[in-house]
């Protein structure tokens, strides 16, 4: 046998037990073994280049890092799937389905839904030439790269006579213990664990160098097709097959069902079997299983109707409520915050403690300190409190009483009248949870911006009486911060440095980080635009401050009364003294960007970028006479999608708002977007 015959054969060998391994569960050799062919067709290839080609399973490990990510338009959109709660959901979306087709049976296959990331693999002539995500549904990133390395990829499909193009859509997921085989090499190397097996996924399959893609073990799932020519199919079950046989993986949990109440049955029969899986799900994905079906049956302009995706509960788990903790916010708002003995897993997270809020939640809920009490994470996301076990009630609870002085300065507390809400009542300058509150969101990136500065450093300059309130920042000396422990005379210049930096920052940053009520960052952008020096501002009445475009009556009264009151001018005199720069530039649009189509509009923006980012994308948007707005209504002219829009994404197509892509959103403006630094 000659070398080129036998690199021929030593590829259908491994693509042989390639497939005995993640599509038949079946292997037929040991790892070791496997090894050994891979190897040796590698060093065949490294003596003969000229032989190598981009479907041997040789190129799996990846080449050079790539510069960027490239936007694939997806020739059949790729739709979320409406969810489904209940089985009675689950009853209504079949009657709907019977009217929409008759007295016609109706059978369904189920899956598992598998908690990982959406792509789509195009294979044209039989062989694998672009790998996306899901993106918005139209348009995703083109991971090829990424996903070329992931040995359940086929890079060319299991057949003598492939269709022209055939393209499949799939989940790409990782075990649960191969989580935990990388957040031990991490340990070891002193870096910061990964929480769960999804996001880890996604922002694997997001990196830039596909070898470090190929140290991660990603495994995928073939659940269905997109585009494809030359092959007609007429049920899901013979789609799954045809899968297969292509040599793609299919997850083995699929059920036929031959009406609705079967379906619930087997849904209801992996609430609590998944957790034996080595992989997290979510859910279970019911599908009409006719293919003539679906199409008389079609699709909303966000769904399709012919499939639903049934939720299980969230998970939740019981645990003892050890103790309750108020954190001192800005304004001096007290917040009760609940810690859990144990702590508990939950979604993918160890999850110790939860925010309760207020008063009137605490009492709502009847939580008593030492309760057994119900946690879940709110959209698998936020941890809360569901309820407490009243019946697990020892006589030991104690009913919670919030403090009457604050923990971190001993001023009495008072409830605001109207509100469940505690309060400190010291004077802003004079309790130091709130001074380090207020010194943390003033320094932060979006306000001034003052590298160096983080959590533990602000705890020692306010607890070393270094810093008492904002401008004294400004007054900090190197002698006095080689006073603090662990300040070397680097660290000390760098920050000294970072806070001088921060004095040309201007106005907007500037109001973007003083806690004024009701004005976020945008806010802060508007009211240095219209009034271009803090004079300006500080002296408008309430009825020139409610002219200003989304102030309003409410918010004018709050910031009248912020810029009243004697401390906050002294403050604003004290910055002035200090060089601080107290005024803003009018904004114009960059050179080659038309405003006029962003004149007047208003503009949500949601997802991931991928050639700006979400503050400078924001900041265009101003420049060019737009207003950037965080929610999606009927007033909103635009939504700009970037990947993994999510819920805007869906509020906006139901309510009929327009949906830019980055694309269309560089030709509404008539230019390209600056480069993102």
């Not at 049956?297 to 309750?324: C, D, V, Y």
Request: charged share 25%; hydrophobic share 35%; proline share 6%.
């Amino acid at each position: 046998m000659s070398s080129l015959e036998r690199v021929a054969e030593l590829r259908r060998l491994i693509d042989y037990h390639n497939r005995k391994y993640y599509v038949d569960a079946a292997p037929e050799i040991s790892d070791r073994e496997f090894d050994f062919l891979v190897k040796e067709l590698q060093q065949i290839e490294a003596a003969h280049p000229e032989w190598i080609t981009p479907d041997s399973p040789t190129q799996r490990v990846g080449g050079q890092p790539i510069e960027g990510f490239q936007t694939v338009r997806h020739r059949v959109p790729m739709l979320s799937i409406e969810n489904a709660y209940s089985a009675q959901e689950l009853r209504e979306w079949d009657r709907s389905l019977r009217k929409l087709l008759g007295p016609e049976p109706i059978d369904y296959v189920v899956e598992l839904k598998i908690d990982g990331v959406a792509i789509t693999l195009i294979y044209e002539h039989g062989r694998l030439t672009v790998g996306a995500t899901r993106g918005d549904g139209e348009r995703g990133d083109d991971v090829t790269h990424n996903l070329r390395t992931i040995p359940s990829v086929p890079l060319k499909l299991n057949t003598d006579q492939p269709p022209p193009l055939f393209e499949v859509r799939g989940e790409v997921y990782m075990t649960r213990a191969e989580l935990v085989r990388i957040n031990r090499l991490r340990q070891a190397l002193g870096e910061k664990t990964y929480e769960n097996p999804r996001n880890l996924t996604a922002g694997t399959l997001k990196l830039l160098d596909p070898r470090q893609c190929a140290e991660r073990k990603l495994v995928l799932f073939a659940y269905g097709v997109g585009a494809v020519e030359g092959i007609r199919l007429t049920h899901h079950l013979e789609l799954l097959q045809l899968l297969r046989q292509y040599g793609f993986p299919v997850n083995p949990h699929i059920h036929p069902c031959p009406d609705i109440e079967a379906v619930i049955a087997y849904c209801e029969s992996w609430n609590e079997r998944r957790h034996e899986l080595p992989y997290d799900t979510d859910g279970m994905v019911i599908k009409v299983n006719d293919f003539r079906q679906r199409e008389r049956l079609g699709s909303t302009s966000k769904f399709p109707r012919w499939a639903r995706a049934f939720k299980f509960a969230a998970e939740q788990a019981l645990t003892k409520l050890a103790r309750i903790e108020v954190q001192v916010g800005r304004t001096g708002k007290l917040t009760p915050v609940a810690y859990f003995d144990p702590p508990v897993r939950l979604a993918g997270t160890t999850v110790s403690k939860a925010s309760l809020h207020n008063a009137d939640y605490i009492a709502q809920k009847d939580l008593r300190v030492g309760d057994m009490v119900v946690v879940e994470k709110a959209g698998e996301i936020i941890p809360q409190v569901v309820r407490s076990e009243p019946s697990a009630r020892t006589g030991k609870e104690v009913i919670y009483e919030f403090p009457k002085t604050c923990p971190m300065c001993a001023a009495p507390t008072a409830r605001e009248p109207g509100s469940p809400f505690y309060f400190c009542t010291a004077p802003r300058n004079e309790c130091g949870g709130q001074v380090k509150r207020r010194i943390l969101q003033f320094a932060r990136r979006d306000a001034m911006d003052i590298e160096n500065l983080g959590k533990a450093l602000v705890e020692q300059l306010v607890e070393s009486g270094l810093v008492t309130n904002l401008p004294d920042l400004y007054r900090l000396t190197l002698e006095q911060l080689l006073t603090l422990e662990r300040m070397g005379k680097k660290s000390a210049q760098n920050l000294l440095d970072g806070i001088a930096a921060s004095k040309d920052r201007g106005l907007a940053r500037l109001l973007a980080g003083l806690s004024i009520p009701l004005v976020a960052d945008s806010m802060a952008d508007l009211l240095a635009q219209e009034f271009g020096h803090i004079d300006a501002l500080m002296n408008a009445d309430v009825e020139r401050l409610a002219q200003v475009e989304g102030v309003g009556p409410e918010r004018a009264r709050h910031i009248w009364e912020y810029f009243h009151e004697p401390s906050h001018r002294d403050m604003i005199e004290q910055f002035r003294s200090l060089g601080l720069k107290l005024s803003e530039q009018k904004k114009v649009a960059p050179p080659g960007l038309s405003g006029s189509a962003l004149a007047g509009k208003t503009i949500v923006v949601t997802g991931t970028m991928t050639q700006f980012d979400r503050k400078g994308i924001e900041d265009l948007i101003k420049q060019l006479g737009g207003k950037p707005t965080g929610s999606v209504s009927k007033k909103t002219d635009f939504v700009l999608a970037g990947e993994n829009a999510g819920s805007k994404l869906d509020k906006a197509r139901e309510l009929g708002v327009s949906v830019l892509t980055e694309e269309e959103f560089q030709r509404l403006i008539a230019g390209p977007l600056p480069a993102s630094e």
